[in-house]
């Protein structure tokens, strides 16, 4: 998922809000790479995951009219609500992976401990 996450970085130099989406993946990014080094909390990546979850609601929300046909008949941008739809997906993508995270680091903390 990190070479993902690099690669989704990559992609966003012809993106229309180029910044808010290379820091939106980086946020994954560093989020994958805190967790293999055991650095990240499973609070912390819960907070992560939900508010990329409240993103993806956000931009549902704001899809208008979208050809379902155009989403992946072509990687060029094809429409605003194309392209929200794109967002969105890539977004939750984003906030489950984190989600799971969270959900291996709070088991990886609890079998981890010590028992007294």
């Known amino acids: 998922m990190a070479g993902l ?10 993106d229309p809000d180029v910044l808010v989406w290379m820091l939106i993946y980086a946020v994954g990014l560093v989020m994958t790479i805190l967790h293999l080094s055991g650095k990240a909390s499973p609070v912390l990546l819960l907070g992560a995951s939900l508010s990329g979850f409240c993103g993806v609601i956000y931009l549902v ?8 046909d155009k989403l992946f008949s072509s990687l060029n ?7 929200e739809v794109r967002e969105a997906g890539g977004l ?9 995270l969270a959900g291996a680091s709070k088991e990886t903390a609890n079998t981890s401990a010590p028992e007294i």
């Open 92 to 100: 939750l993508i984003q906030s489950l992976w984190l989600a799971y």
């Open 77 to 83: 941008m094809q429409g605003r609500g194309v392209e």
């Open 61 to 68: 929300l704001s899809i208008q009219d979208v050809e379902l």
């Open 5 to 14: 996450f690099v690669l989704s970085i990559a992609l966003q130099y012809n």
